[in-house]
């Protein structure tokens, strides 16, 4: 279910590292909790990201939710396709509906973060709540 | 989303069964209700597109019988009750002396001394309480939200579905009109009303059957495109539709006149609780008034959220969303009645950034006759 090249927070943010470079998106469990999403709200290019700290907000049409950066890092893309097609964070969470493309100011923000198994882990105590 | 501690949530007769359906429970006025199924969008597009069947059991049903009933239900309504004929029914509001509503509520007819109304969950028993405290008259009062379940079969093929499960004259029964009807077995008011914008009925019958029930009329409306609706698409279709939802458009301070709900306000039926301050809102106007406006910069304006004039705060949204359907962000809000005019452009706070919003005229959506 959930992709092992990425990693992942607590509060349900993704990011794939390669090299400086991070994808940043929400998991399948963020976007099954929030329902059916309606819009995005996204930084541009250029901005800093802080980690811990909302970068952008996804509301569906019973919910908004802001969207926590994973890492410190500049934006250095933003997923465009979101603006008219907002309904891809629930149909492909992990892929087509990535978030943001963020250049790392520490590579080693991202040792903090869970693997998926880890992540499976901590949304399955979730549920048990 | 999380209820007060130590208070142990209301359940459904029907609740094992929404379960059962993947239901996501959540806290609703007290009680655990399905808030969607498969998900709020696929279920708002099939209650405008085909049909969809909602547990609202957790609704209220109060009964007032006896020589003096309609002299109760007018003194403590703000409709003419007196105007309804057997087997009809009729939207109005319990009132408090200040002209704001106890709550919103359907009155139905049973006969000239049985009256039956469904109120909202949450203010049933402030209702009652209400109700009792001002009956001044010999009228029997009882509240049997707990005897009876309630299911709403909403959309445009509705009778289609209903007429394999009952063999009343539906095409005979018009809006706003119900019966007492057998259906799936059992006996129970069968009311042409819905909360969606759609055509529909609501069925109230006693809980125990409620399971068998839901089921059957599942299950004949399956071919026909009948899914369950929880209570997300519920609030969605109903603002599509743009009625008042208690706790939202209406609550203990706002009065009927600034709700836009001067059509079930009815002076000249004789004396009744908020007569005085309604008749003479009615007569000169409100400081404030009920709005509807859809958004003209990107962004969803929430419940809550505040319309500013310049940086000041001039009136609040009381319902607002991105709707299925119309595929709009659009919502209602209460502004100084000065600036309430279709077209007029307001400017909504969405989290410190000022958006743009153009008031249109409600309701939002109209089905197609």
């Given amino acids: ?129 | 989303m999380r209820a007060p501690v130590g208070v142990e949530l209301k359940r459904t007769p029907l609740h094992a069964i929404h379960k059962s359906l993947g239901a996501r429970l959540v806290e609703f006025g007290g009680w655990e209700m399905p808030i969607e199924y498969t998900g709020i969008v696929q279920e708002h597009l099939a209650v405008r597109t085909a049909a969809g069947l909602f547990d609202v059991s957790h609704m209220g049903e109060i009964d007032i019988q006896g020589p003096e009933a309609l002299a109760l239900v007018q003194w403590v309504t703000s409709n003419d009750a007196a105007r309804l004929h057997d087997l009809q029914a009729q939207y109005s509001a319990l009132m408090y002396p200040q002209g704001a509503a106890v709550d919103d509520c359907l009155v139905h007819r049973l006969s000239q001394d049985h009256y039956f109304l469904c109120v909202n969950a949450a203010n049933s028993d402030k209702d009652f309480a209400w109700i009792v405290q001002n009956n001044r008259f010999n009228a029997e009062v009882r509240n049997v939200s707990a005897e009876y379940a309630q299911i709403a079969l909403q959309g445009p093929k509705g009778e289609e579905i209903l007429a394999r499960l009952t063999r009343a004259d539906l095409s005979a029964l018009r809006y706003y009109w119900f019966c007492i009807a057998r259906c799936c077995s059992v006996d129970g008011l069968l009311a042409r009303t819905g909360y969606t914008g759609e055509d529909g009925f609501e069925f109230y019958f006693p809980a125990p059957e409620s399971a068998r029930v839901w089921n059957e009329f599942l299950e004949a409306g399956k071919p026909m495109g009948l899914v369950p609706v929880g209570l997300g698409a519920r609030n969605t279709l109903r603002l599509e539709a743009g009625y008042a939802l208690y706790g939202h458009e209406l609550d203990e301070e706002t009065s009927l006149i600034e709700a836009n709900l001067g059509w079930i306000v009815k002076p000249d039926k004789g004396d009744f609780l908020g007569r005085g301050i309604l008749t003479e809102q009615l007569a000169h106007g409100t400081s404030k008034k009920l709005v509807g406006f859809e958004m003209v910069d990107r962004g969803i304006a929430r419940d809550g959220f505040a319309v500013q004039m310049g940086t000041e705060t001039v009136g609040r949204v009381t319902s607002g969303t991105h709707v299925p359907f119309l595929k709009k962000s659009i919502g209602m809000a209460y502004v100084p009645t000065e600036l309430a005019a279709v077209g007029n452009e307001i400017k909504i706070d969405i989290r410190g950034k000022p958006a743009r919003a153009r008031q249109v005229p409600l309701p939002f959506y109209k089905r197609p006759k």
């Fill in chain 1, 1 to 129: 279910m959930y992709p092992q090249e990425l990693l992942y927070t607590k509060e349900h943010e993704w990011i794939r590292v390669d090299e400086e470079i991070g994808t940043i998106g929400i998991t399948d469990f963020a976007q099954h909790e929030l329902g059916d999403v309606v819009f995005v709200e996204l930084p541009k290019v250029g901005d800093h990201i802080t980690a811990n700290e909302a970068f952008g907000t996804i509301e569906s049409v019973k919910a908004v939710s802001e969207i926590f950066a994973p890492v410190d890092g500049e934006v250095v893309g933003v997923n465009s396709k979101l603006q008219n097609s907002p309904e891809l964070v629930n149909s492909d969470p992990h892929g087509d509906a990535w978030l943001i493309r963020v250049r790392l100011s520490d590579r080693a923000d991202a040792d903090k973060l869970m693997s998926a198994e880890d992540y499976e882990a901590y949304i399955k105590e979730k549920k048990a709540e």
